[in-house]
Nanobody, 114 residues
Framework: VQLVESGGGLVQPGGSLRLSCEAS????????MRWYRQAPGKERELLAA????????NYVDSAKGRFTISRDNAKNTAYLQMNSLRPEDTAVYFC????????WGQGTQVTVSS
């Protein structure tokens, strides 16, 4: 199983990024998908989750209204659209596939700075 995140980078405050998570080696449509982040010196934080067929999504308070999780099962890919980014959003962002087991990607760095 492999999960590969992409789309991170340096963005100015107020900007947007779309992260992608491409999965292989598993039946993607059988897994719920989650996005987490980990800032330096902090614990990994769950941001958003989406069901296996994309019918329902949930967010933690820090992501509500700014972040949108989605998925395209035909492309084995999950996404996290992030808008109105703030310096405190700076972190490594991870995707995770959750089913009978939980799998993790290696993460992608997001830096929000002017």
């Amino acid at each position: 199983v492999q999960l590969v995140e992409s789309g991170g980078g340096l963005v100015q405050p107020g900007g947007s990024l779309r992260l992608s998570c491409e999965a292989s080696g598993l039946t993607f449509s059988n897994y719920a998908m989650r996005w987490y982040r980990q800032a330096p010196g902090k614990e990994r934080e769950l941001l958003a989750a989406i069901t296996s067929i994309g019918g329902s999504a949930n967010y933690v308070d820090s992501a509500k209204g700014r972040f949108t999780i989605s998925r395209d099962n035909a492309k084995n890919t999950a996404y996290l659209q992030m808008n109105s980014l703030r310096p405190e959003d700076t972190a490594v962002y991870f995707c995770s596939a959750v089913g009978g087991a939980q799998y993790w990607g290696q993460g992608t760095q997001v830096t929000v700075s002017s």
